[in-house]
Structure formats: C-alpha cells, structure tokens
C-alpha cells in the first residue's frame, strides 16, 4: 500500500488542495499567537479585576499629615497600574494598524480635562497632581474597557471576577471579626477597629468597603434572578451570602441605604420582566429577612444607638464647605478641600468639631473643580445610567441582568455619596470600569440595524 502521506502531498511541498505546507504552518503559528494573546490579555484583565479591593500598591511622596485629613495623599503605583501597561502595549499597535475609532464618554472627558485643568489655580498644585495621577489612570481603565470589550464572553469573564472578589472579601471580613483583630497576607492587610468594631476588609476604611459592597451586591443578585450559567448562579448566591454579611459588619448606614434602594430597583425590575418566579422571591426575601433578624442587635445600635457626634460633624464640614465655595467660586483645585478647609475649621464656630475633607462626593466636587466639574461629573454619571437602563429593555438574558445589577448598584452609590468621600483608588477605579461595562453591554445587545453610538471624548 503506498504511503498515506506521499498521496497527500505533491514533489513541490503542496497538499492535494494547493494549499502549500509553508502557509499551513504560517496559518498554525498565527493561530497560536493569537491564543497566547488571549490569554495574555484576559490574565492581565483578571489582575486589574481582582486586585481592586485588594489594594497592593505603594504611595510615592507619601504625605501623612494630609492623609490624615482625608485627601489623597501621595502617587499611587500599583499592579493594576503595571498591568495597565502591558495591555496598552498589546491594544495601541492593533488599533492604529486597524484605524479603529475611539470610542468613549464625552462628559468623563471633560471631568478629567477639568480636574487636570484645575493644577493651576490650586492652592497646593502636588495635591492636584496627586489626583489627577489616580484619575488618568481609571480613566484610561475605562477607555481600554470601552473599546476592546467586544464579545460577550470578555463581559462574563470580568463579571465572575468581580463576583469572586465580592465572595472572597465578606468571607475575610467575616474571619478577620471572628477573629477581632487585623489579618495580614503578605502586603495585604484585612483591618479591624478595635475601638469602634468595625471591619473594612483589604480596603482601608469601612465606608470604601461599604461602597464595594453596594456595587456588586445588586449585580449577584441579579446573576442569581437569571443568568443562564448555574455555575454563576451558584457562585453569586454564595457570594450575596457573604457579601450580604461583610456589608452589615462595615456598620455603614449609608452603605447599607443605598445597597436597599438598589436591591429593591432589581427585583422591581426583575419582577416586571418576569425573570423572577414567586418561588425564587419567597426564598431571597426569606434569605434577607434571616440576615437582617440574625444582625439586628447590631443594626439596631447603629442605627439609634450613639454614633460619637459623627452625624454633627458631617453637617460642620458642609457647612465649611459652603464658606469655601462662597470665597471660590471656580474651586480650590482637586484634592485641596482639606487645605482650603484648614482656616475656616480654626474659626470659633468650628474649632471643637472633627476636621476631615467633606463627607459628600457632590459638595466635594463642587468645592475642588467648581461647577462646570461638578456638572460634567453629574453628565457623567447620568449618561451611564441611561445607557443602562436603555440596555434593559433589550432581551439578552445573558446580557441585560449584568446591566441592571450594575446600573443598580451605581444608582444605590449616589445615595452613598451624600454621605461619602468617594476619593479612594478602589472607589474611582470600580466605579469607571463598572460604568465602562455598561457601555459596552449597550454597544454589544444594539440592534445591529441601528447600532447606538456611545458618546465619544
């Protein structure tokens, strides 16, 4: 019998069908690159996903006395920041060898440009620069999001991963206050107050943790109503377990009102489009009435117990902030409310109360960047609940719940903010790539005969 391959093969290296054994390993070896680089990418996503609330980074020109006011204090370098990096370095080259255009979010834009802009009416400019470092860096997160999430499967994929990171962080907290004192992973710290019992995981303070929380618990629950995967059923029903209880333990009241606003948003919504079965209702309203009987000593002394002045204080700083404004009316610069705020907390009226950077993200931005910020800052976060909410009423069922836990959980932090900061890297950076996904989720379910534009910088 003649040999298989000699028949298949022809004197000058070609296959019966022409196609020459040269370009058959040309075409393996493409395909083999471009699985490297698939892997490559979605590994270093899964990085910058997963090391959010972790917070492995370091500080260059650490500045404590200003961290102890609450504003940003130093350059913040972390892994995320490196990975961000490398991923740039792989897209750059293929968007300008494809000409592809940049798509992205016009009021984001301004809000950046405003924030940058801001260095030079500052009243201390390397705290402007402070923030402008972290904000580049998001929002360059969100840029790489917006453009090269394309498929659904890359949307699934960082799903999961903010999924496990909401499981792995509420079953650390609940250790580290099992345990009562602060747990440390090599450069990762899980931190217990002893003072106030309070428990803010790896994300520095209780109230970050608690902003963590209201994001993405509405997302899982979301998962658990009707997503298609029962793997990622599973997985988010654990994760709203300990999610549910890291979030209780932050004692962040803000936290736990703006998480009920949003939860509350998703099973209306749920319920309307019917992905929500009496039984399914039954057993998560069960579920929720089981955790909040089993925390409610807890609940109930934070709620009415004595909460050390911190209510009255909040309302001083406001009231700061309205002084400031009066005497600024175009801002103090990003990340100087703390240096502006310092002359009028020396006044009679205020010299007893707690001095910290305002704890209300609006009046925040409005005393920093002025009201131009403050108006591209609410476009933006307008533009991305639209965007959501648009997305809803397409029928994806893969899709569309994502967008609704995620819109949710942005919802739920504007009642947060009210009562917040909202100037940490975990914050910022969570917030931007949460906003990002919902654009490209309102890119990937368009109607393919009238694909909707999302505003471009």
């Given amino acids: 019998m003649q040999d298989r391959t000699a028949q298949l093969t022809t004197f000058d290296g070609a296959f019966a069908d022409g196609e020459s054994t040269a370009t058959l390993l040309g075409r393996q070896l493409s395909s083999t690159n471009n699985q490297m680089a698939f892997w490559w990418r979605r590994g270093l996503l899964g990085i910058v996903v997963i090391e959010l609330p972790l917070q492995i980074d370091k500080y260059f020109f650490h500045d404590i006395d200003q961290a102890l006011t609450g504003a940003l204090s130093g350059y ?200 929500l079965s009496r039984a399914l209702f039954l057993k998560f309203a069960l579920g929720c009435c089981l955790l909040i009987i089993s925390c409610l000593p807890l609940l109930a002394e934070r709620i009415f117990g004595d909460d050390n002045g911190s209510a009255q204080s909040r309302i001083s700083l406001m009231q700061i902030s309205t002084l400031i404004i009066a ?65 809803i009423g397409r029928s994806d069922r893969a899709l569309v719940p994502i967008a609704l836990g995620l819109t949710a959980g942005i919802c739920g932090q504007q009642i947060h903010m009210m009562g917040e900061i909202f100037n940490s890297r975990s914050q910022v950076q969570l917030l931007l790539l949460s906003a990002a996904l919902i654009f490209a989720i309102d890119k990937i379910t368009a109607p393919k005969s009238s694909s909707i534009e999302i505003e471009s910088p």
């Fill in 327 to 391: 005497d600024h009316p175009f801002g103090v610069g990003a990340n100087n409310w703390a240096v502006a705020g310092q002359q009028y907390a020396d006044r009679t009226s205020f010299r007893e109360e707690w001095f910290y950077t305002v704890h209300n993200k609006y009046l925040l931005v409005l005393t920093e960047v002025g009201v131009v910020g403050l108006l591209a800052f609410g476009a933006f976060i307008l533009t991305t609940i639209r965007s959501g909410w648009r997305t």
């Fill in 76 to 275: 913040i370098v972390s892994i995320s920041t490196f990975c961000l990096i490398l991923l740039y370095a792989q897209w750059l080259p293929k968007l300008v060898i494809e000409s592809r255009p940049l798509r992205g979010n016009f009021a984001l834009t301004i809000y950046t440009a405003i924030v940058t802009a801001s260095t030079i009416w500052a009243l201390q400019p390397s705290l402007a620069l402070y923030e402008i470092f972290l904000l580049g860096q998001s929002f360059l997160l969100f840029i790489y999001i917006i453009n090269t999430v394309t498929e659904k499967k890359d949307v699934i994929f960082i799903v999961t991963c903010l999924t496990l990171c909401l499981a792995g962080e509420g079953m650390m907290m609940l250790l580290t206050q099992g345990l009562r004192r602060t747990l440390s992973l090599g450069p990762i710290y899980f931190d217990y107050n002893e003072a106030t019992g309070r428990v803010s995981g790896s994300l520095g303070a209780a109230n970050i943790a608690a902003s963590f929380f209201n994001l993405l618990i509405p997302l899982c629950c979301c998962l658990l109503f009707s997503s298609n995967s029962k793997r990622l059923r599973q997985l988010s029903a654990f994760a709203l377990l300990f999610g549910g209880l890291g979030l209780v333990l932050t004692l962040s009241r803000g936290g736990w009102l703006g998480t009920t606003f949003s939860i509350g948003l998703c099973i209306a919504v749920a319920l309307q489009k019917g992905w």
